[in-house]
């Protein structure tokens, strides 16, 4: 029952918030426009996809967790757990972050004929949007006690995020680094999106493990 009134709050939070409705129409609108004048291909224009739906993801979710620290400061304590509170934000971000892809996707007019392909586009861009969130998560705690490490912070995460599979000094500890250029890189050399699988897979994944390690961190520092 918390846990689903704080769903409904939280997402509630988002829509009511300017950003969300402006960024998503925004990016609708450019993608509209870059469809009729840029006459890009499809590789072209799912790199262009893929990279803002992470930036957009990676914006709202730090939008919504700064007010959510500065407005809910004592909300958790009414609910009386870390943990339900925690889970109901990062399924909220998760949520809208499945909305943004579906509805983005939709109006890129590369919908095909079958089906199953259409799925994993969207669930590839939508995990691309997880790490996103995953690394707001991680940045939180830097950028309501330090903010200038936690823009630093960022600012590298999503530098890597983005140019960190044309590196060659980062290919060792590519697993570390958020998977987002890999899923441009992969689609551009196979033109597959099924050829996506395993790398929406990774990002899942690591969006989790960013999600998790910082819960865990800042369920600590709470209970310092």
Known sequence: ??????????????LQNFLYP????????FELTMNSLLKLNT???????IVGIFLMSLLISMNFLKNDAYYNENFMQKIGSYWIYFVAQVLTLFLITLFSAIVV??????????VMVDIVAILSLATTGFVGVGIAFL???????????GQMGIIILVYVALAG?????????????????????????????IDLIPIAVQQFVYSIVLVVLSGTFNEKKLSN
């Open 105 to 114: 996707f939709l109006f890129s007019f590369m919908l095909s004929s079958d």
């Open 22 to 29: 402006t960024l998503l129409l925004s990016f609708l609108a």
């Open 43 to 49: 590789n072209e224009k799912f790199g262009f996809l």
């Open 165 to 193: 599979s044309s590196i060659d000094l980062l290919h060792y500890v590519s697993w570390f680094l958020p998977p987002v250029s890999s899923m441009i890189m992969v689609f551009q050399e196979q033109s597959s999106v």
């Open 139 to 149: 940045c939180k705690q830097q950028w309501n006690n330090h903010p200038y490490a």
């Open 1 to 14: 029952m918390k846990l689903r009134m704080l769903l409904g709050n939280f997402i509630n939070t988002v």
